[in-house]
Nanobody, 125 residues
Framework: VQLQASGGGLVQPGGSLRLSCAATGDTRKIYAIGWFRQAPDDGREGVSCYSGWERTTYSADSVKGRFTISRDDAKNTVYLQMSGLKPEDTGVYYC???????????????????WGQGTLVTVSS
């Protein structure tokens, strides 16, 4: 499975961006897909994900009400619509998929099997 993320950029506080992640290869056994991010000088944290096991989405408390994850199954693509962006949202956003995560049973933010290359989001005036 290969993941290609896009859509990052520079945006002012309060602005919006939409990230895209296209999955190719053998996607039949992907039950979890979503986004992590890593801020400068910080660890990687889970942002939002879709659980195929539970048919629901999960999001970090820090982005609830501002970020929305969605997917287009026909295109094997997942999106992260980000609005009300804050400087603390700055970081490299990674698309991730596959493996046992995004689940109350396996753990919401357990480690995925596959990672995209990351796309940089900078929120600054």
């Amino acid at each position: 499975v290969q993941l290609q993320a896009s859509g990052g950029g520079l945006v002012q506080p309060g602005g919006s961006l939409r990230l895209s992640c296209a999955a190719t290869g053998d996607t039949r056994k992907i039950y979890a897909i979503g986004w992590f991010r890593q801020a400068p000088d910080d660890g990687r944290e889970g942002v939002s994900c879709y659980s195929g096991w539970e048919r629901t989405t999960y999001s970090a408390d820090s982005v609830k009400g501002r970020f929305t994850i969605s997917r287009d199954d026909a295109k094997n693509t997942v999106y992260l619509q980000m609005s009300g962006l804050k400087p603390e949202d700055t970081g490299v956003y990674y698309c991730a998929a596959g493996g046992r995560w995004c689940s109350t049973y396996y753990g919401i933010w357990s480690t995925p099997n596959y990672w995209g290359q990351g796309t940089l989001v900078t929120v600054s005036s």
